[in-house]
């Protein structure tokens, strides 16, 4: 178990502040399925989008659709 990874008791507690208690046969899993989400994050914060528009200059155009189906 890495450093940075949550304990079962960590969730619980985060749980609780935000209102949302866990029964403790929870814990545990919600302990790894929060690591993993922070995970993917910490993974989507590594991307380099530097030459990717923002989303407010894509504009969505209908297709010209010649066939029938």
Do not use: N
Request: glycine share 4%; net charge negative.
């Amino acid at each position: 178990m890495k450093s940075a990874d949550l304990t079962p008791h960590e969730a619980a507690r985060w749980a609780g502040r935000a209102g949302l208690p866990l029964p403790d046969d929870r814990h545990a899993d919600v302990a790894v399925t929060a690591d993993y989400i922070r995970a993917v994050v910490a993974t989507l914060r590594d991307l380099d989008f530097q030459d990717t528009p923002p989303a407010a200059v894509y504009r969505a155009v209908s297709e010209d659709r010649h066939g029938t189906v």
